[in-house]
């Protein structure tokens, strides 16, 4: 499984941004899809995950409640993080993360990450 990240940007602090990823190969079902990010000199930590199928069951860190969602498309195999009201804190790489489901075994790919930086 391939993951393609894109989006990502330099803004200032109070904008908005959107990234996705899209996930390619060989895989029978995705199990759940998560964003994930790097902050400069730091390691990497948990922003948002969304289960697969039809459930959408959401969850956050809790420094992005209330100002990313994360949302995705079935049949694009595509995860959107909506990032609103960002503030310099979030600056980071941002990687996107998918679990799957193959011959049997449940699997885990990372995409190459995308760079998000957050001028105060």
């Known amino acids: 499984v391939q993951l393609q990240a894109s989006g990502g940007g330099s803004v200032q602090a ?4 959107r990234l996705s990823c899209a ?4 895989f029978e ?4 899809m998560a964003w994930y990010r790097q902050p400069p000199g730091q390691q990497r930590e948990f922003v948002a995950t969304i289960s697969g199928g039809n459930d959408g069951t959401t969850r956050y860190a809790d420094s992005v409640k209330g100002r990313f969602t994360i949302s995705k498309e079935n049949a694009k195999n595509t995860v959107y993080l ?6 310099h804190e ?3 790489v ?5 679990f799957y489901y193959k011959d049997g075994l449940t699997r885990a790919a990372w995409g190459q990450g995308t760079l998000v930086t957050v001028s105060s």
Do not use: R
């Open 14 to 17: 109070g904008d908005s941004l």
């Open 23 to 26: 996930a390619s190969g060989n």
């Open 29 to 32: 079902s995705i199990n759940a």
């Open 82 to 87: 909506q990032m609103d009201n960002v503030k």
């Open 90 to 92: 979030d600056t980071g």
């Open 94 to 98: 941002y990687f996107c993360n998918v």
